[in-house]
């Protein structure tokens, strides 16, 4: 089962097209978009996904507001809506939906505000209040945090103390950060500062203790082809790519290709 979580930038724009296409030969079973809108664009993907095998959708896009950065989730089965009474309350950044896939899980995907926001701690806290209180069984929780690790996801110092506890205390009960499980000490970056061109880790999965068990791979892929040499040219994040493991007699085997075609 292949989960891929994807900032797309500005709704996708004339990238849509390019998008799509990447993400089909990504061939996930379940996708979390962050800046996903109500615009015409965004709206062709959503279409472009439900075409090719990803009918069941969820988003927090406004229409009253179509340039305004949302969530979509879009899987290849039923996807129901969980509201949990300690979640952020910044509703188009977080969106909680469970899979009915074979292996059975929630999925809350999230787009954190940056640091000059004011809103992103109140965010990081409120996410923090619901992996605390779980309840709901195998999880996780995705998406762009805006946040990493000081010293290892990143290039210069960036982040600080207040941001690295968060993922220390998503750890401490019990959230594991899925490629740190995997790669303890690898370094690379998801994002880049178009100014500085120092590269940052911001984008992360968060496994809890039942679902951590199915975890097989986890792997971040710049979107594109071998023919654009830019690996901005589809976004300027890399998406984060997940494998879990289905329970036995649920579907066949699959091992995570991690190249952009």
């Given at each position: 089962?292949r989960?891929v979580?994807?900032n797309i930038?500005?709704?996708g ?5 390019a998008i799509?296409?990447?993400l089909?030969?990504?061939a996930p079973?379940v996708?979390?978009l ?10 062709a993907l ?7 095998g990803l009918?069941?959708q ?5 229409p009253?507001r179509p340039a305004?950065n949302?969530l979509?989730?879009a899987?290849?089965w039923?996807l129901?809506r969980?509201?949990l009474?300690?979640a952020?309350r ?6 909680v ?10 999925l809350?995907?999230?787009h954190?505000p ?12 409120a996410v923090l209040a619901?992996?605390?209180r ?6 996780l929780?995705l ?13 210069t110092p960036?982040?600080n103390a207040?941001?690295e506890?968060w993922i220390d ?8 950060d ?5 790669r303890a000490d690898?370094?690379t970056?998801?994002w ?8 940052f ?7 809890n ?8 791979e986890?792997a971040?892929?710049w ?5 654009r040499?830019?690996?901005?040219a ?11 493991q289905l329970p036995c ?7 995570l290709?991690?190249s952009?075609g």
């Amino acid at each position: 089962m292949r989960i891929v979580a994807w900032n797309i930038r500005a709704g996708g724009g004339r990238r849509v097209e390019a998008i799509a296409r990447q993400l089909q030969r990504w061939a996930p079973d379940v996708v979390a978009l962050s800046e996903f809108r109500a615009t015409p664009p965004s709206l062709a993907l959503a279409a472009a996904l439900a075409a090719r095998g990803l009918p069941h959708q969820l988003t927090t896009a406004d229409p009253a507001r179509p340039a305004t950065n949302a969530l979509l989730v879009a899987a290849r089965w039923p996807l129901r809506r969980v509201r949990l009474r300690a979640a952020p309350r910044e509703p188009g950044r977080w969106l909680v939906a469970t899979v009915e896939a074979p292996l059975r899980l929630t999925l809350g995907a999230m787009h954190v505000p940056n640091r000059v926001s004011g809103r992103k701690y109140p965010f990081l806290d409120a996410v923090l209040a619901c992996a605390r209180r779980w309840r709901l069984g195998p999880a996780l929780l995705l998406g762009d945090t805006n946040s990493g690790r000081r010293g290892i996801d990143e290039e210069t110092p960036a982040f600080n103390a207040r941001e690295e506890g968060w993922i220390d205390a998503l750890a401490g009960c019990g959230w594991r950060d899925a490629f740190r499980h995997l790669r303890a000490d690898a370094r690379t970056y998801t994002w880049y500062s178009p100014n500085g061109r120092n590269g940052f880790r911001v984008d992360q999965a968060f496994f809890n203790a039942p679902l951590l068990g199915h975890l097989e791979e986890a792997a971040y892929v710049w979107g594109g082809t071998p023919r654009r040499t830019r690996r901005d040219a589809l976004s300027d994040h890399a998406a984060l790519l997940v494998e879990l493991q289905l329970p036995c007699g649920a579907g066949a085997d699959r091992h995570l290709n991690a190249s952009p075609g």
